[in-house]
């Protein structure tokens, strides 16, 4: 087959994984490069990617995505980013920018973290779906972070 004008030979390269496997994914708004965050996820971890993104988009109306600094950030428009996930080695860390203001406290935070909390899931992939909701919903509907 001949190559028409405008038509490149080269496939498109597979995202590189970072240090701990995170996907390296341009800066993007919307669904399209948090999608490629997704679909480049290491192993178990792209199952687990695919549960979050599900629950975040079922419980939260008017979900606005974005990928910054390689990770998937979750947010409402004119409120700011309110939850983002990053992969590690490990682990799969779920943060909450204003983790103090939600019930129960999300288990991960240090003194430097100031509101910021979070929940680190490991590769079994066992969190509590139910207290994860009751966190994204909460998180939602505070002001999030703006950077």
């Not at 996907?23 to 687990?48: E, N, T």
């Amino acid at each position: 087959m001949a190559k028409t004008q405008g038509q490149s030979t080269k496939a498109k390269a597979a995202p590189v994984l970072l240090s701990g496997g995170n996907p390296q994914i341009a800066k993007g708004d919307g669904d399209a490069p948090v999608q490629a965050y997704i679909a480049a996820m290491p192993g178990w971890k792209r199952g687990l990617g695919e549960r979050l993104d599900a629950l975040i988009v079922r419980n939260v109306p008017d979900i606005r995505k974005a990928v910054r600094w390689n990770s998937p950030f979750y947010g409402v428009e004119g409120q700011g980013w309110f939850v983002s996930f990053h992969v590690f080695t490990h682990y799969l860390k779920v943060t909450f920018f204003s983790g103090t203001s939600l019930r129960p406290i999300p288990p991960g935070g240090t003194a430097k973290s100031k509101d910021v909390r979070w929940i680190d899931i490991r590769e079994d992939g066992q969190f509590d779906e139910a207290r994860m909701v009751e966190w994204i919903k909460q998180a939602a509907a505070l002001p999030g972070w703006i950077p």
